[in-house]
């Protein structure tokens, strides 16, 4: 059995405290610790987790409003207060599936109209305010050309219980629908499509945990060729995800939390977890290989690999916590799950994972798999890796300028980068779907039409009544408005609602010119000119609108808060102000080219079949920056854990171009196999139904794989030979920063000054 000595007993077997630090730096005194309390550490993860599900079970998860900003938001919150809440609206459409005679002129369309009203009618608790084609006031129900026709209707009862409701309607326009074979009748709206969505997002969110955990363990067991190494990253990274998730019952009671929230910081709880344990894990390793004893081997993996974990996890939150800046309900709630998740994986990786591994020493290579056990248990120089880049440094500026143009050929594409959201995001396969997009095309600007709220004192008087007609008059008329105008009283005569067609298709530039005629043209001369009234208008495109206008002010404040930290940050581990300055050019370059796959996939529509989406010209307004914030945090492992063994290589006597070639030789296996399995983790994303989650998963899987060997074994190389010792020149000025090693930096600055 191992000594139960403590890290700090084998300190001086390792090398001597860099000159100006009176005691080790605070990430080896917490391993140190664990250590030393192995089994306690280990007890109070495992307290850790099932508190936090404790917690999460009696706390429970509410479900919160997000409100997007702007006049859209404050229509929403109008609207979401109690007894206001508008009835999610459901609309029927019957349509002659070969064109055919007209609404008025085909008995059996007529026919089918009734049986749906009929239908609906004979459930007062499914369906009420049904409006019919066929009635005298079913103005706008019948399509301009005449052959489509609407039955539309609010979903009755509880509406928060409205896409449980909207269950036994649907099965009734079924029925109907049977009988008629030759025509399209087919419900969608409000309940339907929510229903449908949030049934793919859990199928989405089942898919991603079924098919992330056995990939991530056959990559593992490849990488380690043993079961219990293999298993460590998967408990860290599963148990992270398991504490986050749980303990994000809290602040969603404040804040949305919703389900596509849950997979991202899942994905990415898997991802860091098994990284951070991953580079932690092979150089204890590959420590021992070289003959260290345990406690000697632990204590160097956490002086290395653990103080780029720490800087690593830090980087990441302050990425995350850029979206803070925008103020978007959706952006905060999903900064708070993600960085809540690194912030565990980043707590188990330093407190955790050096307890298990004290626990376990030589036990932890037990469990070896025939042929790949004996050649993993040690880590050692890739030569493939050595070749390239010690070609790289020798013709630096050919080999980065050839790495450099290709990216920034790759990249070219995102300068006509559109940015809009699909009028759709769910599988065109999907029968709601259809019934949607058939509605649409028949009714342009119905399905999702503008919502004007309206405020004040007698709301149901003369005034208004005029105000209302008024509108309806314009928008009969108006190529930007549609009829029908409906308007509906709410909260006790409190709240007017009045639906207000676009022209367009909701989120094209037709749709928000119509959104400018309606709110500073159509409004004003009719609502507008009612005495105490306010009015705001929400809808589809006005909250697309609104949203995307506070993300174009805002990203440059987000941008300048992480670049500027990550400088900051970088700048005091590294005790360079050059090497904040590639470290950031250099994933700036890898997210410039992700954005260029994203344009020609998404938006241009290459290889949609492969990946199953209908392409609809543009890519989700808030995805580049979301993407941006992300990729930042997350591509930066690679580069503080190069940069790391780099300048350990360089603090041992080596010269600066045999330090790049060496370190990154020498780490070129670890931060291969966190790439492949960081890359197989997103990738997931990709095969998930909602367009979303797929420009997740490409966008990241494509920058972590350029990052991880463009970057890592080109680029990165070519600057820093460049460079050579000025790689670590920083100015006198700043040497008071923490952790700056003067003897080094002194040098440094001579040799940038010769």
Not at 21 to 29: A, N, Y
Not at 48 to 63: C, E, F, M, P, Q
Not at 150 to 166: D, H, I, M, P, Y
Not at 594 to 608: I, K, P, R, S
């Amino acid at each position: 059995m191992e000594s139960t000595a403590t890290l700090g007993q084998a300190k001086h077997s390792h090398s001597e405290p860099p000159p100006g630090r009176s005691k080790s730096p605070v990430v080896e005194r917490v391993a140190n610790w664990s250590a030393k309390y192995r089994k306690s550490v280990l007890a109070g993860w495992l307290l850790l987790v099932a508190g936090a599900i404790v917690i999460g079970n009696v706390v429970g998860t509410k479900s919160v409003n997000s409100y997007d900003p702007g006049q859209a938001g404050k229509a929403e919150r109008v609207l979401a207060r109690p007894g206001v809440v508008p009835r999610p609206t459901e609309t029927v459409l019957i349509q002659a599936r070969a064109g055919g005679q007209t609404f008025a002129g085909d008995p059996e369309l007529r026919l089918a109209a009734a049986q749906v009203v009929a239908a609906l009618h004979g459930m007062p608790k499914v369906a009420v305010d049904i409006r019919s084609p066929l009635a005298s006031a079913g103005r706008g129900l019948i399509s301009r050309d005449g052959r489509s026709a609407l039955v539309t209707f609010n979903v009755a009862g509880n509406t928060n219980k409205s896409q449980q409701t909207v269950v036994a309607a649907e099965r009734a326009v079924a029925a109907v629908q049977a009988k008629h074979p030759d025509l399209l009748v087919g419900e969608s709206g409000q309940a339907s499509i929510s229903r449908a969505s949030n049934n793919l997002v859990s199928e989405d969110f089942r898919r991603a945990l079924v098919t992330s955990l056995p990939v991530t363990l056959l990559l593992l067991l490849i990488v380690f060729g043993a079961l219990i190494a293999a298993g460590i990253p998967l408990l860290l990274a599963g148990t992270s995800v398991v504490t986050a998730l749980s303990l994000l019952a809290v602040p969603s009671h404040w804040l949305p939390v919703s389900g596509p929230s849950s997979s991202i910081v899942l994905l990415v709880g898997m991802a860091v977890g098994v990284d951070y344990s991953l580079f932690y894990l092979r150089r204890e390793r590959e420590e021992r290989a070289k003959g260290k004893d345990g406690h000697q081997a632990l204590r160097i993996a956490t002086s290395t690999s653990g103080r780029a974990i720490a800087v690593s996890g830090i980087t990441v939150m302050i990425s995350l916590a850029g979206l803070f800046m925008l103020g978007i309900d959706i952006f905060t709630g999903l900064a708070v799950g993600t960085i809540m998740v690194v912030g565990v994986a980043v707590l188990g990786s330093l407190t955790a994972l050096p307890a298990a591994l004290a626990l376990l020493g030589p036990w932890v290579d037990r469990g070896k798999i025939p042929y790949l056990g004996r050649r993993r248990t040690a880590a050692q120089k890739s030569r493939m890796w050595e070749t390239l880049v010690r070609s790289v440094v020798k013709r630096p500026i050919l080999a980065g300028g050839a790495a450099a143009i290709a990216l920034l050929a790759v990249a070219a594409p995102a300068l006509g980068m559109r940015l809009a959201n699909p009028f759709n995001d769910l599988p065109t396969n999907i029968g709601v779907v259809k019934n949607l997009l058939a509605t649409q095309r028949a009714f342009p600007g119905g399905p999702a039409p503008a919502e004007v709220v309206v405020t004040g004192p007698d709301l149901a008087g003369p005034a208004v009544k005029n105000a209302v007609t008024s509108l309806q008059n314009l928008a009969a008329t108006s190529a930007s408005l549609h009829a029908p105008v409906i308007s509906t009283l709410l909260d006790h005569n409190q709240v007017l609602l009045i639906s207000v067609p676009l022209a367009g298709t909701g989120s094209d530039a037709t749709s928000n010119r119509a959104l400018a005629v309606l709110r500073d043209q159509a409004l004003a001369r009719t609502i507008g000119r009612v005495h105490g009234v306010s009015y705001a208008v929400t809808g589809n495109t006005a909250s697309v609108h609104d949203f995307s206008a506070r993300l174009h002010s805002r990203t440059p404040l987000v941008f300048l808060f992480v670049l500027g930290l990550a400088f900051l940050l970088l700048m005091t581990t590294f005790g360079s102000v050059t090497i904040p300055l590639v470290s950031i050019g250099l994933n700036l370059l890898s997210v410039g080219a992700a954005y260029g796959v994203l344009t020609l996939v998404f938006q241009d529509g290459h290889l949609h079949n492969l990946l199953g989406f209908t392409p609809y010209g543009a890519i989700v307004p808030f995805f580049p920056l979301f993407l941006f914030v992300l990729l930042f945090g997350l591509s930066m492992d690679y580069h503080v854990f190069l940069l790391s063994r780099i300048r350990e290589i360089r603090s041992g006597g080596s010269p600066t171009l045999e330090a790049i070639t060496s370190g990154i030789a020498s780490s070129a296996g670890v931060v291969t196999s966190a790439a492949v399995i960081m890359v197989s983790v997103f990738s997931i994303f990709a095969t998930l139904n909602i367009i979303e989650f797929k420009m997740f998963g490409v966008g990241m899987g494509t920058a972590i794989l350029i990052d991880a060997t463009v970057v890592r074994g080109v680029l990165l190389p070519a600057a820093m030979a460049l460079l050579g010792d000025r790689c670590w020149y920083l100015p006198r000025w700043l040497t008071w920063l923490p952790g700056i090693r003067r003897g080094q930096h002194h040098a440094a600055e001579a040799v940038s000054h010769s």
